[in-house]
């Protein structure tokens, strides 16, 4: 599910035993330059050809095992796929990147904020 929707983003999506405290981060391939490089030579008016990143998701997260509840009880939940989308862009602000588009990304996370809250 995660790779079918981020598979223009990234180029795989695997299990990561690193993780202790983040639900996702990504990780550059083994021949791929790193973010902040690709940032340095593009800044020097360099072409430099980007290979997409692959997310590493931590399995026992309560975050990733929530969403494994709602995929096994709804594969096709339009909730899920904002789940996805606000993982990779979680990833990318780890990393000290942007979301892709930040105004989706903040009423995304106003949405989920908002039906957590009881008053």
Request: glycine share 6%.
């Amino acid at each position: 599910m995660i790779q079918d929707q981020l598979k223009d983003l990234v180029s795989e999506v695997r299990i990561s035993g690193r993780l202790k405290d983040s639900a996702v981060c990504l990780v550059t391939g083994e021949h791929d330059l790193d973010p902040q490089m690709v940032k340095m030579f593009q800044a020097m008016g360099q072409d430099v050809p980007t290979g997409q990143r692959i997310l590493e998701v931590n399995p026992n997260h309560e975050l990733i095992v929530r969403m494994k509840g709602l995929f096994a009880a709804d594969a096709g939940s339009e909730q899920l796929k904002e789940y996805v989308g606000l993982l990779y862009d979680q990833a990318l602000l780890l990393e000290g990147d942007h979301p892709r588009d930040p105004v989706a990304f903040a009423r995304a996370l106003s949405r989920l904020m908002s039906a957590a809250v009881s008053v």
